[in-house]
């Protein structure tokens, strides 16, 4: 018999793909209080659950039965629970994969011991700064800090898998490059996060509290190379429909997922709060089936998230929504500003403008700009029927005009924007502009084209720019109205050089 050589990391995919469509993760609050005193914590101050070890045992035996492979045991502070060598044991026993999460505070050389016997998937420690004064001000508890670095210190020399993990606030970005530094001195894998959560059962702080302004948290999310590079793929990445169904609901939680908080309520996630389905009165089959219903939930009619092609970037979640303002359909701006920032920081460097001397070489560009312009045109005219000859027509018109300049604008290597233009003499005729869907209104893309055209056509300040805009066409209209462009006549347009080049260069010449 051919012996087969199989690896822990293939078994568990092949038990990943076994399990599709059971559970694949659980997370378990096993308790929703801690020794410190953060302000920003989700978790109300006056909280005082924890899970009894029977009924987390009757949770993981379930688990199991629905091929659960891992867990996560969660809290407030999991060491605080009285149980918790117990709850860990049983679930090491039953073969389940666990991650911990932990504010190190508690964890001494005994602990050390228990988990180099008996080895979790990872630990996650929290972190809140790098010195005494800065643990301090986000803790409230005195020396905690000696506390979680001796805690650090006894990690990163054994052979666990331990991840450091902080979140990014008004509090402390002004040291965050420091506190980061500190977190990678120690050795140890290190993550960061900018989204701060909102209180799950809403009654005090606002995120705003808290929260980094977008423009800031962009700023220094790009100061960071690994970063940079995810976000330049995710926009990129943008065109592509991943996420174009019609539900609210368009990740995979409360289906190969769930969280199961200190009060024994089951809910889809951490984010989406839930009292209709407790560990008392109900199974976590009977939840799953509950969830697939209520994920069913689609998109109002005012919902600005429905059509928005920016969710792979903004950090979509329908749940943190409703925890902000009691509604999944609503969403909140900050959101949207981390999205339109990160997507103005990436193209900021990837755009590019190609001069396209010969069109009729240029066969894959030439459909692409067609492609564009089609779309464009069937959103400003619903009656709009293209016709088999369009093409051709089109083709001809913009290959045969010998005096017609062409502005590819290409984002790596896709068209995304192009400009034509004519010039006679001191007058320089605007005669198209046509901007991909998702690259409108990112506040980048418009104006490195109009620079791409001021740079090409050496256009003067004592020159006439003319444009026609079609009358329906209203964000045009609006766009060349703030560029200073006036209206002539129903549909022609124009501005002097001078004012264009004040525009773009937002100075006075």
């Known amino acids: 018999?051919?012996?087969?050589?199989?690896?822990?990391?293939?078994?568990?995919?092949?038990?990943?793909?076994?399990?599709?469509?059971?559970?694949?993760?659980?997370?378990?609050e096993i308790i929703?209080?801690?020794?410190?005193?953060?302000?920003?914590?989700?978790?109300?101050?006056?909280?005082?659950?924890h899970l009894p070890y029977k009924k987390i045992k009757k949770i993981l035996d379930e688990l199991l039965k629905l091929d659960c492979l891992s867990i996560l045991f969660t809290g407030g502070e999991i060491l605080l629970h009285p149980e918790f060598k117990k709850i860990y044991l049983y679930a090491w026993n039953k073969g389940f994969r666990i991650g911990l999460n932990t504010n190190g505070y508690l964890?001494?050389?005994?602990?050390?011991?228990?988990?180099?016997?008996?080895?979790?998937?990872?630990?996650?420690?929290s972190i809140y700064g790098y010195n005494n004064k800065t643990?301090?001000?986000?803790?409230?508890?005195?020396?905690?800090?000696?506390?979680?670095?001796?805690t650090l210190n006894l990690l990163k020399n054994c052979d666990i898998k331990t991840t450091l993990k902080s979140l990014l606030t008004k509090q402390n970005y002004s040291y965050f490059d420091k506190l980061v530094k500190y977190a990678k001195s120690k050795g140890l894998l290190f993550r960061w996060d900018f989204v701060v959560f909102p209180v799950i059962n809403n009654s005090h702080h606002s995120c705003n509290d808290f929260r980094v302004e977008a423009d800031r948290a962009v700023d220094i999310l790009f100061s960071y190379h690994d970063i940079k590079k995810y976000f330049a793929t995710k926009v990129f990445e943008m065109g592509i429909p991943l996420l174009s169904n019609n539900k609210v609901f368009q990740c995979s939680g409360g289906k190969d997922s769930i969280h199961i908080d200190a009060k024994g309520n089951i809910r889809m996630c951490l984010c989406v709060p839930n009292k209709e389905l407790n560990i008392n009165n109900n199974t976590i089959t009977e939840s799953l089936i509950y969830f697939e219903n209520f994920k069913r939930m689609p998109f109002s009619k005012e919902s600005k998230c429905k059509d928005c092609y920016k969710k792979g970037v903004c950090r979509y979640?329908?749940?943190?929504?409703y925890l902000e303002t009691g509604d999944y359909n609503c969403n909140v701006e900050w959101y949207c500003d981390i999205a339109n920032g990160i997507i103005r920081k990436v193209r900021k460097k990837t755009l590019k403008g190609l001069y396209l001397d010969n069109l009729k070489k240029r066969q894959k560009l030439v459909q692409a700009m067609y492609k564009i312009i089609i779309n464009n045109i069937k959103k400003t005219n619903v009656d709009f029927n293209e016709k088999e000859d369009d093409?051709?027509?089109?083709?001809?018109?913009?290959?045969?005009?010998?005096d017609l300049r062409t502005i590819v604008l290409l984002d790596r290597t896709k068209v995304c924007a192009y400009l034509q233009y004519i010039i006679l003499g001191d007058n320089y005729f605007i005669c198209e502009i046509q901007v991909d869907?998702?690259?409108?209104?990112?506040g980048i893309t418009f104006r490195k084209l109009i620079g791409e055209f001021i740079k090409n056509s050496r256009i003067s300040a004592n020159a006439s720019v003319l444009g026609n805009i079609n009358p329906n066409n209203l964000k045009s209209i609006t766009v060349f109205s703030?560029?200073?462009?006036?209206?002539?006549?129903?549909?022609n347009y124009h501005i002097g050089g001078n004012k264009l080049l004040e525009w773009f260069y937002g100075k006075k010449l």
């Not at 869907?437 to 990112?442: A, E, K, N, S």
Request: glycine share 4%; charged share 30%; hydrophobic share 25%.
């Open 482 to 491: 703030k560029m200073g462009f006036k209206r002539t006549n129903k549909n």
């Open 437 to 442: 869907d998702i690259y409108q209104g990112d």
């Open 107 to 125: 964890f001494n050389e005994e602990w050390l011991e228990f988990f180099d016997e008996y080895k979790p998937k990872t630990i996650e420690i």
């Open 32 to 49: 929703n209080y801690c020794p410190f005193k953060c302000d920003f914590c989700y978790i109300p101050k006056d909280s005082r659950n």
């Open 317 to 321: 979640c329908p749940g943190r929504f």
């Open 391 to 402: 093409y051709k027509k089109w083709f001809h018109n913009i290959t045969t005009n010998k």
């Open 135 to 150: 643990y301090h001000q986000f803790t409230h508890v005195k020396d905690s800090f000696p506390k979680v670095e001796k």
């Open 1 to 28: 018999m051919k012996q087969i050589d199989i690896n822990s990391a293939d078994l568990i995919g092949l038990l990943y793909e076994q399990s599709e469509g059971k559970i694949n993760n659980c997370s378990i």
